[in-house]
């Protein structure tokens, strides 16, 4: 077995940045320090909105990664929820909608005693970039602790450095400040193929509200789930609103299907078939090659298929770049908001699409 290796201050910084840090790709559970967060040394999280980000997420209106900085998808995490519990819809964390999110009911943060499951690998270390490259492996982990660590409890590496400092250590038995999106049940009963683990993986409350069909705005960039029936010839949801996550919904080249469709099926951990002639920024002369599956490949944990052909609801690699980037015409989501979305639902549900 290999050794992961201390992180250098420089590795670090180059991980936070984009690149990844030198680690094994086994699963080794030696202690690494997590190094310096990106900007300045000793940056702090504002407490007041990473609470308010964790109490969305665990109302089912997700912030996205949660990072304890005020952005767009926060503000839409807070107009979905001011709307399905009947407050003035601003966007803003108003009086009115701090005491709605009972900050008294959790904390912003807990405690984590390392345990595999959080930090265990095997890891995918260095991760190819070349679809001829990934298509040689057997799967598309994540590459180091912090990657794994971060996705887990809903949130980025460099919110884990900045909660716990330049000198904190990262492995089985050490103990880490991190997002209170620790589930209160692990009960999943019902779960459906490979989603058990994942669910589990990722921390996913067992309890979750059955949705009956989405609504997907291109405009918001939002995905909602309702209880009720899909209104017919009417672009206006009608129910119950009881859950919504930021999405990316295709780009000018590949613009989001609009109309209804339905979701007949769902896979998890799916290989995928990258065929270059349903990507608009890659040449069509380019191989098609079968990808292993894992968080870190193009589709992420799940894929639910639409019936549009090729366009799908899908995890990704990259959850800090959701809403913020184009995609190939299918609806990313991070890869805990998808399982998430996978526990409200049943295959087959309707999903309709509006500009």
Known sequence: MRHQRLFSTAAAVAFIAGA?????????NEAVTVGPAAGTPGSKVDQDLLQAQVLLDQAGFSPGPIDGRAGSSQSKAIRGFQQANGLTVTGKLDDQTRQALNPDSRPATLEVKLAPEDVGGPFTFPMPKKPEDQEKLDF????????????RYHTTPETIVALNGADKRIGVGQTLT????????????????KQEPLLAALNVDGNQPKGDYVVVDKSEGTLKVYQGDLPKGSSKPSGKLVAQFPVTTG???????LGNWKVPTFSFLPPFNYQPDLFWDVSDDKAEHKLPPGPNGLVGVAWLDLTKEHYGIHGTPEPQLIGKTQSHGC?????????RLSRMMKPGFQAKFVA
């Open 20 to 28: 990844a840090i030198a680690q094994s790709t086994t699963a080794g």
């Open 140 to 151: 598309l982990g994540y590459r180091n602790m912090l990657e794994k660590l971060a996705e």
């Open 178 to 193: 991190l997002p209170n999106v620790a589930p209160s049940s692990r009960d999943y009963s019902g779960a459906i193929d």
């Open 251 to 257: 780009s000018g080249h590949d613009p989001l299907p």
């Open 331 to 339: 609806l990313r989501m991070t890869n805990w908001d998808v399982m």
